[in-house]
């Protein structure tokens, strides 16, 4: 994407031989420290780590450190606590909303080379790994027990379980197993003075306040992660899934509500709007109703008796909700045809448009309809189109927004279509990001959701680990300053600012 | 956010938070007093919360239910219970007064908890007054939400000591389909390898419960629960691999709540020189011999959480606490006898734990960031 972002508006322009000095101090501090290819800082270098998976905020950093050890995060933290220059905690960088975009003026600390399993404990199914290993690596060590990790983000093949900690990762499963929250026990990290402490342990909870519970899904800037001890659990011995057909939204967004009032928690329950459908069954086969307004994707897991069970009810929930046509998976590889679209939107995104820019609202489940209504209403406000995907069971909805990032005028129409999204969401009682993060991207949202009040107390709670505020401090929580400036902050007593104004 | 009602009775909240950090007198809130008894003694006046009661807001097909923290506990289970849901965790009342928003800040959950997760797993968002009387909402109704810091998972078991809770919304879950509860003679070393081996297959195992005598055969009931196929395919399974047979349906439902809320006769007739210790350990953690305990011991969680009754001196709490940290787990003392001193510390100190000496000091910043003045400060919970 060609389009730069001036987020740091607020900051004065960088003076080139102050960051040059400044670079240079840096690099003789931690040179003596680490090996010679664990640092990095020559432009070439570090260009690859000017952005995350959101590539229209880039900056380049002072350096990149990437320690092979603890003991090393720790030094170099001490080191940069010392000179006073922000650090921002990186993992696999395939996070979507800025949260790893480095500082001018800071350094970028990959914990990408810690990434090795420590342990794997089959009898209290837990296991110790490293922030660096990814998510799905978990899981396949652990195949052979019978067991797994549950939360699997659709990045799951590159992200790293220390990116997941530090975003709250979910994924397609998480309605019936839960978020990272939910499956880790412990985390050791480091404190940005450079303290090694633990949050949580292998007991079911700890003494004191539920630290373990507030540093994760804290986007790098409480403390860094060094060690991860997730839970693991049985697998399930079979999964079938119902393709549902709708003709009509309200009816497919009822289902959906219809199947949780029936008392049942899917292992997974996904939408697609008849927009993605048509442009993943290009790219995928997968034999999708092109026809249907929507499609529901409706997955049963456990025991054979257990998925014939539910997967019995929910045909009946769905065909009283009025569906169009019903096809059950036969059999795995029928299975994982239906849920290739759904896997594939994204990219099957990235083929019909230039550019694509990826929302991540969530509403309560009854406002789904009106939700895509409204943004049915701002593809032709915004001229731009729009795809929707999301995890229809939790109402996290990912809205792909098209545009062509070559013409800036439409960067900025998709910039503005994503902002209006993330506000109808707060107005229909949900928040902007589900779980890919405020990072640098929402960060001015946040302003809409929260008053000025509950900003200074996120503060508070960023101060009480990190005093100094160099530990991904432009991340996450916008400045009083910062909201001022956007002009949207929120009205206390939860309305939004502006009522006045037609909202489709 | 929850609320944005003006009430006069969070006024009146106000004005009191406002008056007790004028004259550096903290405050200790309190809802129906059914736990009065937990965490460490306070004198300290008393902010009763019972005023502001009542469910905000509930749907069903959203699992998702806002109450006032004033609002009975019960009152709350039946409004679930008449849609066919419930609090997974099962947090126990110990009396018939019990508040929402006592619940949260004790944080205790049932045998539940050791399937569906603990208390802040289900905690959504929060309405706060802070100590400085200000007005805030956390987190929300949905159930993925990551803008902003989780604030309101540090409430449940934080007894008082952060701020003063308005309300809360909470997950929900529907009642399992079917339930059945097995019951076997078996030691506490099989009883602890056998379940962990089942928490480990795809069996629907939603809860257990060990009594006995640390070096005999005890008493193992586990509760199934789930899909009635499952369930049915299980109990044979299970039944067989312990010499198990099946307790009819209304007395485990007795069994089960008498366990949740401390009813059990083993629980009973603490000396007026004991205490009640709740340990709290790894899946790891093998039996324990406890120097002075009652012979009777209960395990529940899989072997995670265990009620200990035996002397309530310093000494045997320290010894108690140096056994479990050495497992990598902590101890509370839960409840005392009438002779113990009422002034002892109950809890694990975070200093006492491994690494985590520093995060004395960030828990101390984190209470001064949302109470400047101390307001809550009763040090019920250190």
């Avoid at chain 1, 040179?31 to 998976?53: F, K, S, V």
């Avoid at chain 1, 909201?483 to 909202?503: K, W």
């Avoid at chain 2, 899909?227 to 009819?248: F, G, Q, R, Y």
């Avoid at chain 2, 349906?249 to 089960?256: L, N, R, T, Y």
Wanted: aromatic share 6%; with cysteine.
């Amino acid at each position: 994407m060609a389009k730069m972002i001036l987020m740091n508006m607020m900051t004065l322009p960088p003076d080139l031989a102050l960051i040059s000095a400044l670079q240079s101090k840096l690099v003789a501090a931690l040179r003596p420290i680490l090996p010679e290819h664990a640092l990095l800082w020559a432009p070439e270098d570090t260009i690859p780590y000017e952005c995350d998976g959101l590539a229209a905020y880039k900056r380049m950093p002072l350096a990149v450190a990437l320690p092979e050890t603890e003991e090393q995060v720790a030094q170099i933290l001490k080191i940069c606590f010392e000179m006073q220059i922000p650090v921002v905690p990186r993992g696999s960088g395939t996070g979507l909303s800025g949260g790893a975009m480095p500082i001018s003026q800071g350094l970028v600390l990959s914990l990408a080379k810690l990434k090795k399993i420590i342990s794997i404990d089959p009898f209290t199914r837990t296991a110790v790994v490293q922030p660096g290993v990814r998510n799905l690596a978990i899981s396949e060590a652990v195949s052979h027990l019978g067991l797994y990790y549950a939360p699997d983000p659709s990045s799951q093949i590159a992200c790293s379980i220390g990116g997941n900690v530090n975003e709250n990762s979910g994924g397609v499963h998480c309605l019936k197993y839960g978020l990272t929250l939910h499956n880790v026990l412990r985390i050791r990290g480091v404190l940005m003075n450079g303290e090694v402490v633990e949050f949580g342990s292998l007991a079911p909870d700890s003494p004191g306040l539920d630290l373990l519970a507030i540093v994760i899904g804290s986007e790098g800037m409480l403390a860094v992660v060094t060690e991860v001890t997730v839970k693991l659990i049985a697998k399930p011995k079979m999964a079938r899934v119902i393709m549902a057909s709708f003709d009509d939204i309200e009816k497919g967004g009822n289902a959906v509500a219809a199947i949780i009032a029936a008392g049942i928690i899917p292992a997974g329950l996904e939408m697609m709007d008849q927009a993605t459908t048509r442009a993943v069954e290009e790219f995928v086969n997968a034999g999708y109703d092109l026809e249907a307004v929507a499609i529901l994707l409706c997955e049963s897991d456990g025991t054979p008796e257990e998925v014939a069970e539910e997967i019995e009810r929910m045909t009946k929930v769905l065909e009283q909700s009025g569906a169009s046509g019903i096809r059950i998976s036969k059999d795995e590889t029928e299975r994982l045809k239906f849920w290739s679209g759904r896997k594939n939107a994204f990219p099957a995104a990235g083929r019909i448009a230039a550019d694509y820019y990826c929302m991540d609202g969530t509403i309560p489940r009854r406002h789904i309809a009106t939700l895509l209504k409204r943004i049915k209403a701002m593809e032709k406000k915004y001229s731009l189109g729009c795809l929707n995907v999301f995890h229809a069971g939790d109402g996290n909805m990912h809205p792909l927004i098209l545009f062509n990032g070559g013409d800036p005028d439409e960067w900025h129409r998709a910039e503005e279509f994503g902002t209006e999204i993330l506000e109808t969401c707060v107005e229909l009682g949900g928040t902007i990001t589900g779980e890919h993060g405020v990072g640098i991207e929402k960060i001015n949202s946040m302003c809409v959701q929260f008053g000025k009040e509950e900003i200074e107390s996120f503060w508070g709670v960023k101060a009480a680990f990190d005093p100094e505020k160099l530990l991904n401090p432009d991340k996450g929580i916008p400045t009083l300053s910062r909201c001022a400036e956007y002009g949207r902050m929120r009205i206390s007593g939860g309305q939004l600012p502006h009522p006045e104004l037609e909202r489709f | 956010m929850l609320g944005s009602n003006i009430d006069p009775k969070i006024d009146a909240f106000r004005e009191q938070i406002l008056h007790a950090a004028k004259n550096k007198t903290p405050l200790s809130i309190e809802g129906g007093g059914t736990k009065s008894w937990y965490g460490n003694t306070n004198t300290h006046s008393k902010i009763d919360t019972r005023a502001y009661s009542g469910i905000l807001e509930y749907q069903p097909e959203e699992l998702v239910i806002t109450a006032c923290a004033g609002t009975p506990l019960k009152e709350i289970e039946a409004a679930l219970k008449d849609k066919n849901q419930v609090l997974a965790f099962e947090p126990p009342h110990f009396g018939e007064y019990a508040t929402f928003g006592g619940a949260i800040a004790a944080g205790l959950a049932g045998p539940g908890r050791i399937s569906a997760g603990n208390f802040r797993d289900f905690v959504l968002g929060t309405r706060i007054l802070d100590g400085k009387g200000q007005d805030l909402s956390f987190g929300g109704k949905v159930m993925k939400n990551v803008a902003g810091y989780d604030v309101s998972r540090l409430l449940p078991g934080s007894m008082g000591t952060l701020a003063l809770l308005l309300e809360a919304s909470l997950k929900v879950l529907p009642k399992p389909a079917g339930t059945a509860t097995l019951r076997c003679q078996i030691s506490q070393e099989k009883a602890l390898h056998i379940l962990n081996e089942w928490a480990g297959q795809p069996l629907p195992l939603s809860a257990s419960c060990w009594i006995g005598n640390p070096h005999e055969e005890g008493q193992l009931t586990i509760r199934l629960a789930g899909a009635i196929a499952a369930i049915k395919a299980a109990i044979p399974l299970m039944s067989a691999s312990v010499d198990a047979s099946e307790v009819d349906p209304q007395s485990a439902e007795i069994f089960w709540n008498n366990l949740r809320e401390h009813q059990l006769p083993s629980f009973e007739n603490l000396a007026a020189d004991q205490t009640l210790y709740r340990l709290a350990l790894p899946a790891a953690c093998g039996s324990l011999t406890i120097p002075g305990g009652d012979n009777e011991i209960i395990l529940e969680w899989h072997g995670q959480q265990r009620w200990i009754k035996a002397p309530g001196d310093e000494a045997t709490f320290n010894l108690i606490k140096q056994l479990t940290s050495s497992h990598g787990g902590h101890v509370t003392r839960f409840k005392q006898g009438a002779n113990v001193n009422s002034a002892f510390e109950r809890f694990t100190l975070l200093r006492e734990q491994k690494h985590s000496k520093a995060l004395e000091a960030v828990q101390e910043r984190l209470r001064s960031a949302f109470d400047p003045y101390g307001v809550f400060a009763t040090k019920r919970l250190p």
